[in-house]
């Protein structure tokens, strides 16, 4: 059996012709519209009838409702996925530029039997995917609007602050988790490290604010019960050797926004590379609830000061 990956091509490149070139099992194609501008790029495999049964798809109905369950194998996934991102760094280069990204993340899989035998471990051919995360709407009122426009001034020492909470927010949805963790670091650094940027006059500071530990030991509370995000911090914490506590909290803060602003292929902990940004999805996250938590607690404190003049 073949399986195949196609995923769509951003940039303006044009090719003469339809390629197709095979390489150590693989098979690579690239696929033109109809203005010979590369569309996309599919990648196929073979797999070998032993490992069919990994692949294997059934479709159900319970219910009245129909069920799809599709196999897969890790390893030949990550694989393709390398393939693509060599691909990428390697065209992007020869290209100047003008080739800005392979979508992996919007792939279509195909499953090709080359026999009888194997359609039978075959039911879903083919399925698309992908990844993005809900484009939520907001409805503010009258009098929280009509606040922020006659009121606006006072909150301007935020400014900033909530710039970069929107680049965050941003970079976050668009699946760049170290880019989002730099903004939302940036106004925790802003807010409580006053001015310091050594690791023992930073973690000084920061364990100098009773508000920030407040908000570090809310936001432990809040992520110890998410079991996804909560082990991984913990994974992350105990690499770090970081306790697990609110000064541990802030301690891994700082290291992680250490470790991505280098890159060493030696370090056997996750860098920053354009390759490993879901590696850092949970650190992102738990950055920016803090971040978040501290411009509120900033904008309940210019409050009441202003009430009380």
């Excluded at 490149?13 to 099992?25: A, N, Q, V, W």
């Excluded at 499953?111 to 039978?120: L, S, T």
């Excluded at 802030?250 to 902990?269: A, D, E, V, W």
Aim: charge should be positive.
């Amino acid at each position: 059996m073949r399986y195949k990956v196609n995923a769509p091509v951003e940039g303006n490149i044009y090719l003469d012709c339809p390629y197709s070139f095979k390489k150590e099992g693989y098979a690579i194609e690239f696929h033109l519209d109809s203005d010979k501008k590369l569309a996309e790029i599919a990648i196929w495999i073979d797999v070998s009838s032993r490992d069919i049964e990994k692949f294997k798809s059934e479709i159900s109905k319970k219910n009245g409702i129909i069920h799809l369950k599709v196999g897969g194998d890790a390893e030949v996934k990550n694989k393709i996925k390398n393939e693509y991102q060599l691909l990428e760094s390697n065209l992007s280069f020869i290209s100047q530029g003008i080739l800005r990204k392979i979508h992996w993340d919007k792939v279509k899989e195909e499953f090709i039997p080359q026999n009888e035998e194997e359609k039978k471990y075959i039911k879903v051919f083919s399925f698309k995917t992908t990844e993005e995360y809900s484009d939520p709407k907001a409805t503010i009122k009258e009098t929280i609007l009509k606040h922020y426009v006659i009121n606006g001034a006072k909150y301007e020492q935020l400014a900033i602050p909530k710039a970069f909470w929107r680049e965050g927010i941003n970079y976050f949805k668009k699946f760049q988790y170290i880019q989002a963790f730099y903004n939302y670091y940036f106004i925790i650094e802003g807010l409580y490290a006053n001015g310091k940027s050594g690791e023992k006059e930073v973690l000084k500071e920061f364990a100098k604010s009773s508000e920030l530990s407040e908000i570090c030991e809310k936001t432990l509370n809040q992520f110890k019960k998410d079991k996804r995000h909560g082990k991984k911090l913990i994974e992350m914490m105990n690499e770090e050797n970081c306790p697990n506590d609110k000064f541990g909290l802030q301690r891994l803060l700082f290291k992680i926004r250490g470790r991505l602003h280098h890159y060493s292929k030696k370090s056997s902990k996750s860098v920053s590379t354009p390759f490993s940004q879901r590696e850092f999805e949970t650190v992102a996250l738990i950055c920016g609830y803090v971040a978040c938590l501290a411009i509120g607690y900033r904008e309940v404190k210019i409050n009441t000061e202003n009430r009380n003049i």
